[in-house]
């Protein structure tokens, strides 16, 4: 398995661009969840959803947008970059089975 | 709404001491609680969790957590760090049974001088 999977690694943008931010899972899990890590906040939670085509928002919702279509995939779309969303993205998937996270390697984000 | 204390924002240590990180949350109802560590450059990976039963938990690489309920506290302990154990340290948790995902504190930086 190869657990959770974030694309891209980095990303740089201008402000006012979009951009999707990728998530796959192989465990067949029902959760799934976005958090943005920033110094000294930890992580907070964007979005979050409990199986295809169920999404709901979390702490810091604003200026993101999600969908799942499919149990594996779960994108991230920011649809007009600001530099206040320059952070680090983690996807983690989670199984209420297990009640443990998964987290990917992260996506590294720079606005500017 | 829950949340999480991290009150130590920065420890450092030398390799042998003994490590103790402070963690308490707010939440009237029934939690599970973690421990995440952060390696430089890496994800985040589960040290231990509590959900229920005794509260004395062991994790992975010598670390153990203690859940005190009087005291909405879930501190960290190890013995004897070692350089290895420099990281960033996140205290979670989650309702119990609730679909909401987790709830960070804002992490506790260790610093291990061998």
């Known amino acids: 398995n190869a657990g959770v999977t974030q694309t891209p690694k980095f990303q740089v943008l201008k402000t006012g661009q979009s951009m999707t931010l990728q998530c796959a899972q192989d465990m067949n899990h029902e959760y799934m969840s976005w958090y943005r890590q920033d110094p000294g906040m930890g992580l907070r939670l964007i979005h979050y959803?409990?199986?295809?085509?169920?999404?709901d928002q979390g702490e810091v919702p604003n200026g993101y947008n999600v969908s799942r279509s499919t149990t594996e995939d779960f994108p991230l779309r920011l649809l007009s970059a600001a530099p206040s969303q320059t952070s680090v993205y983690f996807c983690a998937s989670f199984t209420p089975r297990l009640e443990t996270q998964y987290f990917g390697p992260g996506t590294r984000l720079l606005v500017l | 709404a829950q949340s999480v204390s991290q009150h130590n924002h920065h420890v450092i240590l030398s390799e042998a001491a003994s490590l103790e990180l402070g963690c308490n949350y707010s939440?009237?109802?029934?939690?599970?609680l973690f421990w995440y560590v952060q390696y430089p450059g890496q994800h985040l990976q589960l040290l231990l969790k509590?959900?229920?039963?005794?509260?004395l938990v062991k994790g992975i690489k010598g670390f153990e957590a203690e859940f005190i309920k009087s005291k909405f506290s879930f501190n960290l302990r190890k013995p004897s760090v070692q350089w290895s154990d420099t990281a960033e340290y996140f205290c979670?948790?989650?309702?119990?049974?609730?679909?909401?995902?987790?709830?960070f504190g804002s992490g506790t930086q260790l610093t291990v001088l061998p």
């Open positions: 959803s409990v199986g295809a085509g169920i999404t």
């Open positions: 979670a948790v989650k309702s119990s049974g609730s679909a909401r995902q987790l709830t």
């Open positions: 509590y959900f229920s039963g005794d509260p």
């Open positions: 939440y009237g109802g029934t939690v599970n």
